[in-house]
């Protein structure tokens, strides 16, 4: 690449200039919707190449609410490894330069960088190991839309499970107002409290990930109602023919015969599969242990599963590098 880059921060959405792509987790309309989220600070980085974008990354810094770090340290996640608006240019020479000053920038605010959702485990490893990430192995789980469709790839107990809960009077519904979206946030952030490693984002995010850029249909909220009570949902984001699973739960103990859980997922999944979607993709597959219940619980929809990495970056040097001597 002979030309220079440019390297530009926004941090404040009225500087951020009209920009081309496709990839909802590096969107303009994501960086205002974390904006106006409480608890939440955006970092758009964007490469330029004379007056032309040529790459971006979006990150979001937030306070951690993991017993490690602990919930007074900031952490700054990344989803996937940005988006690349010219085929011309060296993809990884371009995320080198991102990635490093992106480190640079948020390790004066922040204790914690993490890359997650990786499109591909190998992208990047040379630019990972310069700036002193660590890698840890992470599992995906996806399911094709394209060749089946998702009735043919359930389990037989899966599929008793979804006829047995809307022959019992549970139903499943896009949500389309205010009431709803501020349920459904109250309802999953009940699911989430038992679950210490998980963040829960404020009800704001919701509203406003679905209100941001409606023509777009950037996300939906699928609800899971019995007897108009809210029992279950999900949210669903849409990038790139693809869907994305964020947050999904349910009142699976109080309404254990309904399967809210079940049907949280199976409606975003039978909307994606609709909508033309070619894969549909659970956010958090966790760890690769031998047992891990959440991974059973997805994969019974017929996905598959494979291996990824997460990269992780600490402000202490002497930390990522006994890290690093620990999982590599």
Known sequence: MGTAIRLRTYRK?????????????????????YEKTRGYDPVLIVAWIDERPVAKL???????????????????????????????EDKEILFGEML????????RKCFL??????????FGYRMFRKN????????????????????ERLSQSRK??????????????VASNEQDIEAFSHMLKKAYSSQVRKHFPDVSFFRLLVGESPDKETAKIFLVKFKNKIIGGSI??????????????????????????????????????????RHF????????????GYRDFILRFGGKQSSTRRWFRFRWEWLNVLLYRFYI
């Open 160 to 173: 008793k499970q979804i006829n047995r809960a809307l022959k019992n009077g549970a139903y499943t519904e």
């Open 13 to 33: 959405g009225d500087t951020v200039p009209a920009l081309p792509g496709t990839n909802v987790f590096h969107s303009t309309e994501l960086f205002h919707v």
């Open 58 to 88: 979006l990150a979001v810094i937030r306070q951690s609410k993991r017993i490690f770090p602990p919930s007074f340290i900031k952490r700054c996640e990344v989803y996937g490894e940005g988006e690349y608006l010219d085929d011309a």
């Open 281 to 292: 993709e659970f956010m958090d597959a966790g760890l690769p242990f031998k047992k891990y």
């Open 132 to 151: 002193n990430y660590f890698p840890i192995s992470w599992m995906r789980v996806h399911n094709s839309l394209h060749s089946k469709s998702p009735q």
């Open 100 to 107: 490093t000053y992106l480190t640079r920038e948020v390790l």
């Open 236 to 277: 669903c984001l849409f990038s790139n023919n693809d869907a994305y699973l964020w947050f999904s739960g349910g009142m699976r103990k109080t309404y254990a015969l309904l399967y809210p859980g079940v049907l949280a997922v199976w409606a975003p999944m039978i909307y994606a599969y609709k909508k033309g979607c």
């Open 113 to 122: 960088i993490e890359f997650r959702n990786l499109e591909n485990a190998l």
